[in-house]
Nanobody, 123 residues
Framework: QVQLVESGGGLVQAGGSLRLSCVASGRTLSINTMGWFRQAPGKERVFVSAINWSGGRTNYAQPVKGRFTISRDNAKNMVYLQMNSLKPDDTAVYYC????????????????WGQGTQVTVSS
């Protein structure tokens, strides 16, 4: 089993920045990809970004390209999501997730999930 715990959410004005963190524990050697997803009220959970745990290859959803940056610290079993130029449309609960696959953008391909952290962007 892998346990994931997110932190760093909060309330920020449009144009501001936040950095989300996620720490993994347990059978972390089984992880190949770490991802961030978000879910707005009444909407489906959607892919935001992912990073390959060993090679560092990254992937971003179109709405966040150029504004969000995903990174990892393997020694600390942590993954981060730096979010800049935030917009009200970025308001959602953000989830950290871990997959055994080398590359994954669908939430159905992720095996483990954190509890989520709320990000609210005011206009």
């Amino acid at each position: 089993q892998v346990q994931l715990v997110e932190s760093g959410g909060g309330l920020v004005q449009a144009g501001g920045s936040l950095r989300l963190s996620c720490v993994a524990s347990g059978r972390t050697l089984s992880i190949n990809t770490m991802g961030w997803f978000r879910q707005a009220p009444g909407k489906e959970r959607v892919f935001v970004s992912a990073i390959n745990w060993s090679g560092g290859r990254t992937n971003y959803a179109q709405p966040v390209k150029g504004r969000f940056t995903i990174s990892r610290d393997n020694a600390k079993n942590m993954v981060y999501l730096q979010m800049n130029s935030l917009k009200p449309d970025d308001t959602a609960v953000y989830y950290c997730a871990a997959s055994n696959l080398i590359s994954a953008t669908s939430p159905t391909l992720y095996n483990y999930w954190g509890q989520g952290t709320q990000v609210t962007v005011s206009s």
